[in-house]
T-cell receptor
Framework: AQSVAQPEDQVNVAEGNPLTVKCTYS??????LFWYVQYPNRGLQFLLK??????LVKGSYGFEAEFNKSQTSFHLKKPSALVSDSALYFC????????????FGAGTRLFVKA | EAGVVQSPRYKIIEKKQPVAFWCNPI?????LYWYRQNLGQGPELLIR????????DSQLPKDRFSAERLKGVDSTLKIQPAELGDSAVYLC?????????????FGPGTRLLVL
């Protein structure tokens, strides 16, 4: 069965510093990996996804993520954090197994301090 | 382009009462998803539609939950009767063709509180 883990409940970073939000996954086949962001009282907004090809994926708002097959990870990164990046971040995984289900992690709260 | 629309945004009911949520997906999106998001957790799929057909309802508690998407466009999710444990945010999402590599677009959600 597929699963996804976000090992940190919260990540704290100072504005202007680089940030990393971690995600690891488990699937039986080839994964499709996603990052979404959720602001208070809002739905999830898509940031980026990995389907195939280049392991480094660039997305919205300066975020990027690196697919690492050997470590089964898909960590979200940004070179310079903004206070406005403070939100809840979800990693998700899907796989094509003749019908599919997207599994979401429990979320990581990012707090960027001015 | 209009996003996924959900109503109501908030609902407070007493236990054992019925409640219904409505969702209108992005125009042209064939696949519609209903998720439940409990506090401090990620969304969990309740049901997935491809056009009018429910293709995955394995996680839908069928004793009290029901859903429909009669014309393959908008959808209603119903709970009858509601229990205290149903308090959560109910999210609707849509995607173009229901492939696992597609982006899902989420509505703002309906926050349900059962007293």
């Amino acid at each position: 069965a597929q699963s996804v883990a976000q090992p940190e409940d919260q990540v704290n970073v100072a504005e202007g510093n680089p940030l990393t939000v971690k995600c690891t996954y488990s699937v039986s086949g080839n994964p499709y990996l996603f990052w979404y962001v959720q602001y208070p009282n809002r739905g999830l907004q898509f940031l980026l996804k990995y389907i195939t090809g280049d392991n480094l994926v660039k997305g919205s708002y300066g975020f990027e993520a690196e697919f690492n097959k050997s470590q089964t990870s898909f960590h979200l990164k940004k070179p310079s954090a903004l206070v406005s990046d403070s939100a809840l971040y979800f990693c998700a995984v899907s796989e094509n197994t003749g019908g599919f289900k997207t599994i979401f992690g429990a979320g990581t709260r990012l707090f960027v301090k001015a | 382009e209009a996003g996924v629309v959900q109503s109501p945004r908030y609902k407070i009911i007493e236990k054992k009462q019925p409640v219904a949520f409505w969702c209108n997906p992005i125009s042209g999106h064939n696949t519609l998803y209903w998720y439940r998001q409990n506090l401090g957790q990620g969304p969990e799929l309740l049901i997935r539609y491809e056009n009018e057909e429910a293709v995955d309802d394995s996680q839908l508690p069928k004793d009290r939950f029901s859903a429909e998407r009669l014309k393959g466009v908008d959808s209603t999710l119903k709970i009858q009767p509601a229990e205290l444990g149903d308090s959560a945010v109910y999210l609707c999402a849509s995607s173009l063709e229901g492939q696992p590599q597609e982006t899902q677009y989420f509505g703002p959600g309906t926050r349900l509180l059962v007293l």
